[in-house]
């Protein structure tokens, strides 16, 4: 058993200030250009641009989001899907990839639609110009704490695990716990 010492928080909206001290709104964040140089951010006129380490995909919701490296300062809920410092990345060997996010309705809960997810469904994770592909084998609700205990069946595969806070219960969290197929 994993035991973590992350908290998925309330809903926030990010506001990222500009050379001159003025802050502004994010509406989107893009994607596209995944490197790994590092965490500078480049502000053009209507997105950032995160200098990506890989990407979460879950057809079956829509989602495509990039993560940052674990050292970066934007690995936070806040900003981006975040990694836990717990966590392994894909390619170690019977590792565990932890995510966590927002769930609820801003523009930063990217997590906001995994309550739709039911047992058999497949995530995809690209890191290091590889695809990871998962399959949804667990779904386990907690109270929220400040503590999640990760409870995984088979230690012997490599697992995703993504963490964030229970639809219309404001007192829980939900752990989606994928092996790798």
Not at 6 to 23: H, I, P, Y
Not at 84 to 108: C, R, T, W
Not at 151 to 176: E, P, V
């Amino acid at each position: 058993m994993q035991t973590l010492k992350e908290e998925v928080f309330e809903n926030v909206r990010l506001k990222l200030a500009d050379d001159s001290g003025t802050s502004e709104e994010i509406e989107s964040l893009d994607i596209e250009n995944i490197n790994n140089e590092g965490d500078s951010i480049e502000n053009t006129e209507n997105s950032i641009h995160y200098n990506y380490i890989g990407y979460l995909e879950i057809p079956k919701i829509g989602l495509k989001r990039g993560f940052v490296s674990k050292g970066s300062r934007y690995n936070d809920i806040n900003y981006n899907i975040a990694i836990s410092e717990q966590a392994d990345y894909p390619n170690v060997k019977n590792g565990n990839f932890i995510l966590m996010a927002h769930s609820g309705d801003a523009y930063i809960s990217f997590f906001a639609y995994l309550y739709r997810l039911e047992i058999g469904d497949r995530a995809n994770v690209v890191y290091n110009n590889k695809k990871y592909q998962y399959k949804l084998v667990k779904i386990e609700e907690q109270p929220k704490t400040g503590v999640v205990a990760i409870h995984r069946d088979n230690y012997k595969k490599n697992a995703l695990t993504l963490i964030t806070c229970t639809k219309d219960n404001d007192f829980a969290q939900t752990i989606y716990i994928f092996e790798l197929v």
